[in-house]
């Protein structure tokens, strides 16, 4: 597993190449949390289901009330991104 992201980006124009994180903090909701971890275990059976064919997913997608939240997505270990 490896942890990356962006910071400050706005547009998808200035975003630079991955920064690898040593530490991940999440400042949620008991709620949130318990979606986050939904998505997390729902992801992981469509990863197992779809194999090498799975790409990448965002918890916006599934849950629309983290439109406005950063950008959690996740990526098969070995996938490109």
Avoid: C, Q, W
């Avoid at 599934?62 to 991104?81: A, Q």
């Amino acid at each position: 597993m490896r942890l990356t992201g962006h910071v400050g980006v706005e547009n998808e124009e200035d975003i630079p190449e991955f920064l690898r994180l040593k530490e991940l903090s999440v400042i949620a909701t008991p709620d949130e949390l318990r979606k986050i971890a939904e998505f997390f275990i729902e992801t992981a059976n469509t990863m197992e289901s779809m194999g090498d064919d799975y790409d990448h997913e965002h918890l916006s997608d599934r849950f629309k009330e983290f439109e406005s939240s950063p950008h959690l997505v996740t990526f098969r270990e070995g996938g490109k991104y």
